[in-house]
């Protein structure tokens, strides 16, 4: 049965499924009995995302958005069958990322040059384009009125140059897709959460990483809704931990920075034992082995996009 997580103000996630469970989560909007949703998953959430509706007692015709963070296909992969499912709704999306859903073969192939051509088609599927006119193009502070609620949304790049967090001021909550870190479920301690950023490629950015957070603590939220996974709390000590961290992940790239075959190794090395240090410190009982295997694809994934981060930051 599929697990609904429901939180105040309208505000609810499910898993999308996509990995492992509670890995990656799509979240919902609803007032007035009209619907956002904020990420998309892959094109296998969309059973997940039609039972959710159907459970919450709503139908296609109530969708009015699919927001899009950013459009890694872990976050956008089903952006494409979303919108087919539900005709009437309109795709909201950063004006970098626009494109890239008019037309996926680029970012398919930026995907593939990552994780290797056959695992995105296992992972992803056929990723489908958007008609350009169902596409809503929103730069910095555009506002999206959903019922009786209006949600804003924020250019905020550091993990991607197409990222945008989106402000529910109803709900004193921000949906922060990747710029406010990962927070797994599995390191839950004590009724405490654990974040760690996430320094992916191809555009990592640290300097705009860091203003990007310090631009989503000025509106005081509540709560972040994370896609990597849901509801965080006690949000001052996780900005604080989030800019300690990513100087870290820079301190490391640093320090690794001589060239040779094995600089991608060296890096991954530091940022694995860099974790493992963190978890310990946070007071959490799993043991290395089972972190290192809980993050093993984050770990890979910013190990990459700081070796790019210094190719291109010293050009």
Known sequence: MLEIFHYEYGISAIDSGYIRPRHAAIHFVVDAGRVAIVDT?????????????????????NVDYVIL?????????????LMRAFPGAKLVVHPRGARHMADPSKLVAGAAAVYGSSEVRRMYGEVLPIPAERIIEAPHETVIRLGNRELL?????????????IVDRSANAI???????????????DGRQFVFPTTTPVQFDPVALHASID???????????LT??????????????????????????????????????RIRANLAHLLVNEVERFGCRLGPAEVL???ESDIELNAQGLDIWLDTSAK
């Open 41 to 61: 998953g892959t094109n296998d959430s969309l059973p997940r995302v039609e039972a959710a509706l159907e459970a919450m007692g709503l139908a296609a015709d």
């Open 69 to 81: 963070t950013h459009v890694h296909l872990d976050h956008a992969g089903g952006a494409g069958s």
């Open 153 to 165: 949304c924020l250019d905020t790049p550091g993990h991607a140059r197409h990222h945008i967090c």
């Open 175 to 189: 949906f922060s897709g990747d710029t406010f870190g990962l927070s797994y479920r599995e390191l839950d301690t």
């Open 215 to 225: 631009l989503l603590m000025s509106f005081h939220p509540r709560v972040m809704y």
């Open 228 to 265: 990597h996974f849901s509801e965080l709390r006690d949000l001052e000590l996780h900005a604080a931990e989030l800019h300690r961290q990513i100087d870290a992940h820079v301190a490391i790239a640093r320090r690794e920075a001589r060239p040779g075959s094995d600089r991608h190794a």
């Open 293 to 295: 295997k809980l993050w």
